[in-house]
């Protein structure tokens, strides 16, 4: 199944492959035919999902790559090791992030949930989008959220020191995710490498597992209602697999179809804004899309 499928001869990098809606990723382009990296926090529970991915695939052709990606060194150091091993690099599946129940700052000293599951994106594909281009047609894919509707960006308290609500704080980062998705389409125009954003629906994962807060608890209730990681990965693997959208770019999908983000995201000058900003945060003298 490996060796035939529609993606054999692609490479792809998952990130939050350990478990939920990334592993589920990594297992569906494993069995597409892909060779899948897999990037994880833990090296012990990475390699156990590389290898549950080879035993259910048989012949599926894997990769491990460690590191915590809200730190900005951890993630230079993956993407140096991705361009070290790979190749070429079809689709990237930026899918890593958490929801904290309390305020804490990474060694850069960024509002974790921020530097998570926004920057975290921004950093590994500018830090691979050479390689992206190298390998054209190729796709990235932003597992953001509906949750970004409710999101807020308060450029005064970016790092939420005047107040931190965990789940208003989740929305922002998922709002970020789209912004940077708009913004970087607009960027990556003719390059033949494509850029979309989705909402995977409500998922049972475990980003919310171990969370205090009443966000925490509502998660817990709510479980028995929420889809599986499985029904999770269906727009991720479609964007990242289906031929009905080559070349498209921009977009904002759930269940495997094209709807508009909210107002906000949609906004242009808000897209730049927060696109020069998150450069800022990440140490970029330039833009590193506008380079020769």
């Not at 000058?269 to 970029?284: F, N, T």
């Amino acid at each position: 199944m490996s060796a035939r499928g529609p993606m054999a001869g692609k490479t792809v990098l998952v990130t939050g492959a350990t478990s939920g809606i990334g592993y589920e990723t990594a297992l569906g382009l494993a069995g597409a035919g892909a060779c899948v990296g897999l990037v994880g926090r833990d090296g012990g529970r990475t390699e156990r999902a590389a290898s549950d991915i080879r035993a259910a695939v048989p012949g599926a052709q894997t990769e491990t790559f460690v590191a915590d990606l809200s730190s900005q060194g951890e993630t230079r150091r993956l993407a140096s090791q991705v361009r070290e091993r790979f190749a070429r690099l079809d689709v990237l599946v930026n899918n890593a992030g958490a929801i904290f129940d309390r305020r804490a700052e990474t060694v850069d000293g960024i509002e974790r949930t921020w530097a998570l599951d926004h920057l975290g994106y921004v950093l590994l594909t500018l830090e691979l989008l050479d390689l992206l281009k190298a390998s054209a047609p190729a796709r990235i894919v932003n597992v953001a959220s509906a949750a970004h509707a409710r999101g807020r960006i308060d450029f005064d308290d970016i790092d939420c020191r005047k107040g931190y609500q965990p789940f208003a704080v989740y929305c922002r980062a998922k709002l970020g995710n789209v912004l940077f998705t708009r913004a970087l389409a607009r960027r990556l125009a003719g390059s033949g490498v494509t850029v979309n954003a989705l909402h995977p629906g409500v998922i049972d994962s475990g980003f919310a597992r171990g969370n205090r807060s009443l966000f925490g608890l509502f998660w817990w209730l709510a479980r028995p209602l929420l889809k599986s990681p499985a029904q999770g990965a269906a727009t991720p693997l479609f964007l990242a697999t289906s031929p009905e959208v080559e070349g498209a770019s921009g977009g904002y999908y759930s269940r495997s179809a094209r709807i508009e983000p909210s107002a906000q995201a949609r906004d242009e000058a808000l897209q730049e804004r927060v696109w020069a900003m998150s450069l800022a945060q990440l140490g970029y003298a330039a833009d590193p899309t506008r380079s020769p």
